[in-house]
């Protein structure tokens, strides 16, 4: 089976500070990489995924995330948040040849004036 | 623009009922699920299906069965509602796993049982 740990539960940051989101998985199977964001009162937003290839994985809003096999992780990052960054941040795996999404528990992004 | 649809975005109902909750999506996917949301919980995976009248249990599947009739609607119903089933329930479906395809969601239902 496989398993996600979101390290962090809550982010808080000041705007136009950098930001890392820290996500480990594991799994003994390969696996697909997804970062989705919650806003308030709405469902999930797809940011990114690794799905193969290049290791750095740039998304929506000036994300991006690196997969990191060996240490089994997938980081996300903004160099400078926005208020507007403000959401729950879900890191989650598919393992090749499966069907359905296994999510960590989330961490909520707090971006202060 | 890709839909996913729940028929309801709050829900209040007594214990004992028996609970529908529906998703209708539009894109033809084959894959559908039902998403349980609790804080600190993250999503965790009730039943999904990959094809009309195919389901399978996901990590949280007492209490709840599923029916999948139609490819674009997948119903999550509760038997026989308790309290501790309270919580927000989120649909999702996709055609699969490539660089192309991603998985959308529904707004989410708040189901409250009282």
């Known amino acids: 089976a496989q398993s996600v740990t979101q390290l962090d539960s809550q982010v808080p940051v000041f705007e136009e500070a950098p930001v890392e989101l820290r996500c480990n998985y594991s799994s003994s199977v390969s696996v697909y990489l997804f970062w989705y964001v919650q806003y308030p009162n709405q469902g999930l937003q797809l940011l990114l995924k690794y799905l193969s290839g290049s290791t750095l994985v740039k998304g929506i809003n000036g994300f991006e995330a690196e997969f990191n096999k060996s240490q089994t992780s997938f980081h996300l990052r903004k160099p400078s948040v926005h208020i507007s960054d403000t959401a729950e941040y879900f890191c989650?795996?598919?393992?090749?040849?499966?069907?359905?999404?296994?999510f960590g528990s989330g961490t909520r992004l707090q971006v202060q004036p | 623009d890709v839909k996913v649809t729940q028929s309801s975005r709050y829900l209040v109902k007594r214990t004992g009922e028996k609970v529908f909750l529906e998703c209708v999506q539009d894109?033809?996917?084959?894959?559908m699920f039902w998403y349980r949301q609790d804080p600190g919980l993250g999503l965790r995976l009730i039943y999904f299906s990959y094809d009309v009248k195919m389901k399978e249990k996901g990590d949280i599947p007492e209490g709840y069965s599923v029916s999948r009739e139609k490819k674009e609607r997948f119903s999550l119903i509760l038997e026989s509602a308790s309290t501790n089933q309270t919580s927000m329930y989120l649909c999702?479906?996709?055609?699969?796993?490539?660089?192309?395809?991603?998985?959308?969601f529904g707004q989410g239902t708040r189901l409250t049982v009282v």
């Open positions: 989650a795996v598919v393992p090749t040849g499966r069907r359905a999404l296994t």
């Open positions: 894109m033809d996917h084959e894959n």
């Open positions: 999702a479906s996709t055609s699969g796993w490539d660089k192309n395809t991603e998985a959308f």
